[in-house]
Each structure stands twice: as C-alpha cells, then as structure tokens.
DNA sequence: GATGAATGAGCATTCATTCAT
DNA sequence: CATGAATGAATGCTCATTCAT
C-alpha cells in the first residue's frame, strides 16, 4: 500500500466510480463523471489510476479478493464430518454471499453485469476470477466427494453449474428481489442445491 | 420477413456484427470493422440497422427468440405424466440448448457476455429476454409442481437459479469445454437440477 | 497516388498546416486551427493524415523532395569542363535555389527552423534529407575534384560546410533580406563558395 | 551570480534539463524528467526557473554567452596585420570554438538543432543570439576589409554564409564524426574559408 | 529553500452517423 | 439499394504549474 493509495482521493475516486459505473453503465460513464462525483479534479484520477479501465478492474478485483476472502475461503469442507454439518456449511456460505454482496450491492450487480464486456486483453484477467472462484467450487465439491458426503460424477460441468447458480441467486437477492430475508433466499438455494427439484430428502434440507 | 431482411446485405452485416462483435467486445468493434467484415460501404450499414446499438440488440433479439423457439417453447410440462417422463423431456430441453447453443457458438457466447452491459435504457429492454426465459421457467416449475412432479416451496427465487444454471452449462459447452459430449453434459445436469449434489434417486436421472 | 490525395481537401490541409505551423510554429500549432484554416472538418484532417506529426513530416519530406528535383538533381558534375564552366553551372545552382526557396518562403522557413526539433524517433527520418542533400554534394565536390576542376582535400567535413553555407544563404534570401535580387545573392555566394573570403581570383568568379 | 544561481538545485536542474532535452527533445520531455534526472521535487524546479520554457530559454543564453565569451570576443581583427596573421588567428578561433562545443556536445546538437523551434514571441529573444554572432561576423569581415586584409564586396550575406559554415562545421563535429580532430578539422575549415573551392593559395592558408 | 499531491485547461484523436452522388 | 468521403461532437489523457505543508 502506496500513501497514495491510502489517500482520501483514492478511496473517493474508488466509491465514486463504483456509483457512476453502476448508474450509467462503465462505457458510457465518462471519467469527468467519475472526478466531479468524488470531488476531486481530472488530474487527480490519473494520479491515483492509469485509465478508466484501471480503475475498472480495481474495482473488480477488490470486489471478488473481499468476495472470496469473507465466503468461499472460509469454509473448507475439511471441516464437515457428515450430510448434516455439510447442510450447516452451506447454508452459511450461502447466507454469507449473500449478505456481503448484499453489503455492496451497487458494486455486485455492475460486476455481475458488465465484468466481463471489456476489451479481449483486459477480459483475460477478468474471467480468471471467475475460474478461480469454479476451480475453488470444484476444490470443494471433491473434497465432499472424496468424504463420501455428495454423490460421485461431479465433474467441473457442475462446478460451473454451480457457480452459475450462485450467480443468479446472488443476482436475484441484489436486483430482483432486495426484500427477501437473506435467510430464506439461503434456505431454498440450499434445498435447490443439495437435492435439486425432486428433492424429497428434507430431513436434511433444514438443518 | 421484410424484403429488407432477405437482402443479402442485411445477411451479411449480422454475420459479420456476430463475428467483429465476438472477438473484439461490441465497446471495442468499430462499425468500420463490421462493414470491412460484411463487404459493404460504410453507408450500407444504416440502410439496414438504425446504429450500432440497434444491430447489437436485432442479434440478441434473434438470438433469444431462436432460443426460446427452438428449445423452451417447444417442451411443454402438460407433456410429462409422470416423474420419468420429466427426466426424459429435462434431457431432451438440455440437449437441444446445448445443441442449439453449440450451433451459434460466437452468438451465444458474445450475448451472455456483453448483452447487459449496455446503456442503462437499452439495458431494460435487453433483461426482459432475461426475465421471459425465468418467467417461463417459473411457469414450467409451477406446472410440475401442481402435478405433483416437483416438490413445493420452489419460488421464482429457484427459476432464477436453475436459469443460472442453465446458462452456465452453455457456458461450460461453449467456451470452456467444446469438446464434451452434449449428452454426457445433458446428463450430468440433468442428475444436479433434479437431484442435487446429494442426489442418490439415481433411478429417475438416467432414462 | 490514390484518390484521396489527389482531393482538394488534401491540398487545403497541406496548405493550411505550412500556413499555420509557419505562424505559430509546428508545436504550438493545433490540429484545430489548421482545419479552421483550411475549411474542413476536424475528421477530415483524419481522412488524409494519421497524425499532426504526420502531415508535419508529409510537408517535409515534399519540401526536399521538390528542392532535390529542382535544383541539385539538375546540375550534373560532368557536365562542366573547365573552372568557367563551373562558375557558370554553381552560379545557377544558387538561383536556382533561392528562386526555388522564394517561391515556398514559409515552408522553406519553417522546414529550416523546425524540421530537426521533432521527437528522436521522426528526427532519423528528417535528418536523411540533410544527410542526402550533403551526400550529393560531397559526391559532386568529388567529381569536381576528380575532374582537377577543385582543389585537393575536401572531405565530407566541406562538404557539410558547403550545406551549412547553403542553409544560411536560403535564411537569408527567404527571412532576413527579402528584396534582395537572387542573381546578386547568387553571385555573392558563389564568389564566396569559390574563392573564399580572399579571394582575388575576380576572373573566373563573374562569368 | 546571485546565490540562488550557486545553489546545488539550480545546477542540477541545468544539467539535468541539457541532458533530458537532449534526449528526449525539448519539446517532447517532461518537466517531471527534469526533476526526475536533477533528483529534486517538482515544486523544486519552480522555485528555479518560471517554466518549462524559461530553463531552455536559460540554456541557451547560457551557451551562446559561452560561445561568444569564450571564441568571437577573444579575437579582435585589430590584432592582425597581414594575411599570415589573420589565418593564424581564424585557425585559433575554429580550434577555440570547436573545443568548446565538442566540450558541451550535447548542449550545442540541443541549441543548433531546437533552439528556433519555439513560440513565436520566444524566438525573436533566441534568434537574437543569431542575429548577434552575425552581426560580430560582419563587423568582423568590414575591419579585415578596412585593412585590405578580405576582398572587397562581402556584405552582411557572407557574414550569414560563414555563419552556416561554422554552424555547420560544428554540427560535423559534435554530431557526424566526433573522432576528428579539432585541428585538422580546422584547417580544413580555414582553407574553406579563405580561399574557397578553387583555393589555390595555399601558401597562405597553413600558417 | 524544498516538497509532491492536487489542479484543470488544453488537445489530439476517434468513430458513429450523414448525405450527395 | 449502394457508396464512401465528410462530419463534428465527444472524451480520455497529459503535463505545466501551484500551494499548503
């Protein structure tokens, strides 16, 4: 951490980016948008971020180090010893997603909608997180596997599954439905994720 | 079908937008690149598209309405009678998304990619594709539901999800993994969306 | 030649750049105010020249190009027989010249004054038309020599001095004294070129 | 020499501005260069200099001053009595003045190649200089013809001619072949000057 | 004198769109 | 329908300069 990157300015600029990028989308927004909402002159941006597009990712790739470093990272499936505390864990990754994306919710939807529509180069280093956080998924569900607590045949298919599950539901508590308690959205993702739409194992649904 | 649309300029200009916008991201691709691409004069391009925004939103408009024609619309759920013929008419939707998907691999990927990071207006215009592929899902699993064929408590909230789902599986078959077997992914989808990861009702998942 | 720079457009900027950078200096100079100069829009200037640097080197390079065609291209060492000869043939080189440099005084002024001051990278470029015009004069200088028509030990060192004097007399036709009769300088400079400063040799110096 | 000019961070920012104009060119290096390459801090330089212009503006008044203090001023055409003396002493004032540039070479390429190339109302103080050696030039030459010691008929024109000898002279020196040695360089020039490309007398041109 | 973060005017360049042919 | 030269508004970025510390 540079002083600079400590600095007032920066953080404004960060905050008033994620705003004006989530309002008006990150290509029509102009940078003149982004320094008049935090405050600061044009000049100052380029003092603290290389580009438009810098700032951009900067935004993306605090948002998913937070994202797995308060969810995904916190929850090894070492710690679960059967179904039932496997049932526990979920349902706190999925409350923990929840809320945190809930937290940022400005940030969360504009990720989730415009991350990956930047230029080729810079989309590369864009979709690694979302590699990362199916790898961690697929990591997981091995692991779960490997412990006899899900069936076998999961291949990284699901994993990306998976992930897109999350993705939607993380949409929907931020965007379609902000009223919903967290608890209850982490309830039915749960029920959909652990035994799909037959699902007739509800002793192990509700932990 | 407009005259206008037959003619062999119009073709080639959605051929060519579908390309340009594939590999350089629809911000980056210049109109200049989509009429070297398509042949034509500059001038050509607005005999036949309104702007640029307007030829990317006539191919997500194709591109949803072939998708909902060929593959959601044409599997009905007062088909099924019973739980097996759910896993039968399940299989067949996924293969023939996957199919489909496979079959217009640029489109596809181009269209999960960028088509919401757009302008703010025409962003609403775009998610309500979005939101008709949940409703119907919502309806199909409310249907299943009033039959008897899906257990209840499953909300828009699970629509959403399962739409997750479903478009990270193409995105599995397109970008990911283009080698995989659509039916082998078919299969492996199947068993998650009916059965989840505890899934041991391995009867109904493989008809 | 393709039809763009046959266009009147491109002529106008042409113009409109020797008029501008030669007012305000190339540096200071804005893209707009060649444009406004020349009548076009500020894309046009785009159409016909990548660059401001561009049509700055394009006027350069047609500045020396119509110098060499003109003048030094013309007047063939082996043409002349004996030191009368000589006198006669430098004598219309130098009004060849200065007339040349008269009729093109601001590009002429501005080429001298600015051409070299120009990133490194473009000066190379520059800096061969001076290391051209200085190689033909060192080859002639030879070729006189050879001939027995100038004396023994002139290197390229005199040859650059012969470019400098010549540099110096188109300053001084074009920007410090520009009434004065190009036959007079003419006979001045050649005086001077072939008898130096001393110079008692009257004889051959008027033919 | 007032204190400020004594102070470490005054001379460091000269050098530094010779050597970063000099690589980079005046007009595309960074005032942020400067400093970088003095070592100092940005606000630094302007406690030094009023701008960007005025450090270069302060260079070359500091060279041309050398220049003349150190070469023209020394050699007045008072002490010369005869031909023999005056090629002695135009030899010692082509060995003085190409020392002195070879001694601050990249200085001299900035001066002779840029130094013209700035705004308008900056040049006419730069073009002074020039105007200033010409003029020592011609006072120069009018003297040795007062003395009989120079032909008849040379006017300020010559002075400009010999002027863009030695300019470019220099320029040969310090740019094209910096292992000459200044002697023989200057005798080559002296032979040049006195007695031109004919330049039978050589009895008087090597003293 | 020295610092260096902040400033903001300035400008080259781009590119979607138009229209005369 | 087709052309492609011309348009000009729009904007990302630079960098000389300032000033509070």
Redo the contacts with the bound molecule.
Sequence with gaps: MS??QK???HERLLRAATEVFGARGYHAA???DVVAQAG?????F??HFK???AIFLCLIDDFFGRLLGETLGRFPASAVADTGELAVQLREMWCAILKHCRSEAVLTSLVLREARAVAPKTRVHVEEWFSQMVGDINGYLRALSALGLVRKGLTDASAWAIFGLIERAIHYAVVVNREIEVEALADEMLQLELTGLLGDRTDVATP
């Design positions: 002083a600079l600095s007032p300015s102009r940078v003149s600061v002159a044009q000049g100052t380029y003092l580009s438009k597009e």
